[in-house]
């Protein structure tokens, strides 16, 4: 008659563990022994690069439309995106005067129909004989130019000769006649008219 058959339960237990720990070791070492070498990056390059970048966008009649330039721009094309240094823009509108916008950093998103400003960001135009000159300070800007549209959801200062505003954000729509919303906690001050004596 075999021993084995009066090995208690535990034993069993025991045996069967030994068994599974020894296969679970054996797999462990399966894995380790394929050496991995470092897993290699590529690094984020740029498809070209073009320095002191400008660059003109005309209208279907001709005239120019936008015109956006940088000390540097870093093209991608697989991502479809281009990074600015220091950009500048020019908005040209149907009646008065351009809008001009700088910033410290830009992307040009979807093909140009998106350009993100972003750093110290500047947008002014030049007064009409109906309005003041204007002037818009924010840290970043989104300008949609076929939608003559452009919006911020940071912090925004608007000075319009002696008066001014500041907001949480701002929605503008540039192109005359120019309008604008602003959203969030807003102060305005309105400076009194001088009026001209007889």
Do not use: C, K
């Amino acid at each position: 008659m075999s021993t084995r058959a009066h090995w208690p339960l535990r034993y069993y237990l025991l045996a069967a563990f030994f068994a599974l720990s020894g296969l679970a070791g054996w797999w462990q070492v399966q894995r380790i022994d394929q050496p991995q070498g470092p897993a290699t990056v590529r690094p984020r390059v740029p498809d070209y690069v073009v320095h002191a970048f400008t660059a003109l966008e005309t209208d279907a009649n001709g005239a120019p439309s936008r015109r956006l330039s940088a000390t540097e721009l870093r093209q991608f094309v697989a991502e479809d995106l281009s990074e600015l240094d220091r950009p500048h823009m020019q908005l040209f509108q149907s009646d008065g005067p351009p809008w001009r916008a700088r910033a410290e950093h830009g992307l040009v998103l979807d093909g140009g129909a998106e350009v993100r400003l972003t750093g110290d960001v500047h947008l002014e135009r030049d007064a009409t004989a109906e309005a003041p000159p204007a002037h818009i300070e924010t840290e970043q800007l989104n300008v949609w130019h076929q939608r003559a549209y452009a919006r911020t959801d940071l912090p925004v200062r608007v000075a319009s000769g002696e008066d001014w505003l500041s907001a949480s954000g701002m929605q503008l729509w540039y192109d005359e006649p120019a309008r604008a919303t602003f959203h969030g906690r807003t102060r305005m001050l309105l400076a009194p008219t001088q009026e001209t004596q007889p």
